[in-house]
């Protein structure tokens, strides 16, 4: 588990650090702090190619959404190079992560000259080489300049970490479906899963994968003890979040998962339930969550959950502009409490 994360020259992040970090984490601030260029560097830090290949589109809107090769070639230079503070590559990118079991983390950038004087450099974004004097090749993770990108095709997550994120959209109820049935197939594998899902829904009595007659896709059906099982996309908003949540992580092996605007899409109403069951899920398959959000209610129900179990399991970073920089402060019990009491802003 990552217990404390610095940040230097990343996107808009001079040097951030977030300190005594939990197994759940939640990034709250204004517009334009950096909770997102966090999500993104911690895929850096720990992700694999498949993730770095992916990250223009995976939190923001860029242009390609990685279908249109034109406007891939048109992120290359309005998303890679604004990776560095300032979008000057001579600000070199640094994140460091501390583990529990005193493990340190690190990746770096560093800039090479490379073909003719009038050839634009070629940025070298490095893990876990801050002590090497030399680079060799296949210590590239990514390299680019104005004109093309290049991500290591092996690259693996560092040891230990396997890492999933999940964006604002919504997840097809097939690919649930299909993942929920590949979990079911394994020993104890559907009894996992009721077990976590009755936090939001104590009346389910087992869930099944099926597909009706006359239509063409499997769904999850949702046995409630009424006279028929109910499809899962007849259930409410935090089912089927929690439902999507789940299946990826026991799917993907995750130990550490990405949620950006964890809230969204999801009722006010219904935010204890899923950070009851993101607690649940927490404990029982030993997950780290950073998530960030927008939403007062979002915060003080991750609070308030994190208060009836009882176990030191939340940690909430406020992202915020001190003297033109970004910091990052630590919100304590108490003023969550106050904040919960008397109605009192968290986010700014």
């Known amino acids: 588990m990552i217990t404390n994360l610095q940040i230097r020259n990343f996107r808009g992040l001079k040097d951030v650090t977030l300190r005594e970090l939990r197994q759940v984490n939640l990034l709250v601030g204004g517009n334009d702090t950096g909770k997102t260029s966090v999500l993104e560097a911690m895929i850096l830090l720990l992700g694999n190619a498949n993730l770095i290949k992916e ?18 070639l048109d992120d290359k230079e309005n998303f890679w190079p604004w990776l560095f503070y300032d979008r000057n590559s001579q600000n070199s990118i640094e994140i460091t992560g501390l583990t529990d079991g005193g493990q340190t983390l690190t990746l770096s950038s560093r800039i090479e000259r490379w073909g003719p004087v009038d050839n634009p450099q070629i940025t070298i974004i490095l893990r876990n ?3 090497k004097e030399s680079v060799k090749e296949s ?25 999933s994120r999940l964006s604002v959209r919504p997840s097809p109820p097939v690919e649930d479906a299909e993942k929920y049935n590949q979990i079911a197939l394994e020993a104890d594998g559907e009894k996992r899963f009721e077990e976590i899902m009755r936090e939001v829904e104590p009346r389910l009595k087992r869930l099944r994968y099926a597909k009706l007659p006359n239509t063409s896709s499997p769904l999850v059906f949702v046995d409630l003890g009424l006279s028929r099982a109910v ?11 929690l439902l999507h949540i789940y299946a990826e992580i026991l799917t993907s092996r995750t130990n550490v998962l990405l949620i950006d605007e964890v809230e969204n899409g999801i009722f006010s109403e219904s935010l204890p339930l899923i950070w009851k069951g993101l607690f649940a899920i927490c404990q029982q398959q030993n997950v780290q969550i950073f998530a960030t ?12 959950a994190a208060e009836d179990r009882k176990q030191d399991e939340l940690s909430v970073q406020r992202l915020q502009f001190v003297d033109g920089n970004i910091e990052a402060i630590r919100l304590g019990e108490k003023h969550l409490e106050m904040a919960a009491e008397m109605g009192l802003e968290v986010r700014s």
């Not at 589109?57 to 406007?71: A, E, L, P, V």
């Not at 959000?293 to 308030?304: D, P, W």
């Open 139 to 163: 210590d590239v993770l990514i390299r680019f300049n104005p004109k093309d990108v290049e991500v290591a095709q092996d690259q693996a997550s560092p040891d230990n970490f396997r890492v």
């Open 129 to 131: 080489l801050l002590e």
């Open 231 to 241: 499809p899962a996309t007849q259930m409410g908003q935090a089912f089927n979040r």
């Open 55 to 72: 990250l223009p589109f995976t939190f923001r809107n860029n242009q390609s959404g990685g279908i249109n090769h034109q406007h891939d």
């Open 293 to 304: 959000t927008h939403s007062r209610e979002c915060i003080m129900a991750a609070h308030q």
